[in-house]
């Protein structure tokens, strides 16, 4: 499981209090991430999550650029079209092993919030995740959430990603009460 994975999946269960399950195997590929949010008596609400971060700059944003299966097999390809949101929804949210997969899981076609984990976006690839049903979300507005929930709290977290980014969290903020005293 990559960093920016189990970032997000502590973000799930500490932050937004969902039950989680991760790296869900299928054949040659997996499922990152999938979430159940049991909270509201009325209905369940069920996601999945794919999470594609990259802060390199030319491909840093998740883009509408045509997804080109040919061009994805070629090595020197496949990081421009893991970027395109056409990517997401031919090989994770419309892959029909990854559909039979889901529905095994409880997750029927039509019942779940299919997410992508991005580090931002262009206007042409947001319209495009908005017309295909898919939720964006900004790695940088989580991590930022996360920040805001440790500046008081003060658990101690057993999780080994959650406990890395508090002490970061309160090594920054003793840095910054530190340099303006």
């Not at 054949?27 to 909270?39: P, R």
């Not at 996360?146 to 101690?156: A, E, R, S």
Request: hydrophobic share 35%.
């Amino acid at each position: 499981m990559e960093t920016t994975e189990k970032i997000v999946e502590a973000y799930c269960r500490y932050i937004k209090n969902l039950f989680t399950i991760s790296n869900i195997k299928i054949k040659n590929d997996e499922i990152d991430l999938l979430a159940v949010d049991t909270s509201k008596k009325t209905k369940i609400i069920k996601y999945h999550i794919e999470v594609s971060v990259s802060i390199s700059s030319g491909f840093s944003k998740l883009t509408a650029n045509k997804y080109d299966p040919k061009k994805y097999k070629e090595r020197n390809n496949q990081a421009a079209q893991r970027r395109t949101i056409g990517f997401f929804i031919e090989k994770k949210f419309g892959k029909k092993e990854h559909l039979e997969k889901l529905s095994n899981l409880g997750f029927k076609s039509g019942e779940y919030k299919k997410v992508i984990v991005s580090w931002g976006w262009t206007d042409e690839a947001k319209k495009i995740a908005d017309n295909n049903n898919i939720e964006l979300w900004d790695f940088r507005d989580i991590i930022s959430e996360i920040g805001d929930f440790f500046k008081d709290d003060k658990t101690y977290f057993k999780d080994d990603t959650l406990r890395t980014l508090q002490l970061y969290i309160r090594a920054v903020k003793h840095r910054e009460k530190k340099s303006s005293s």
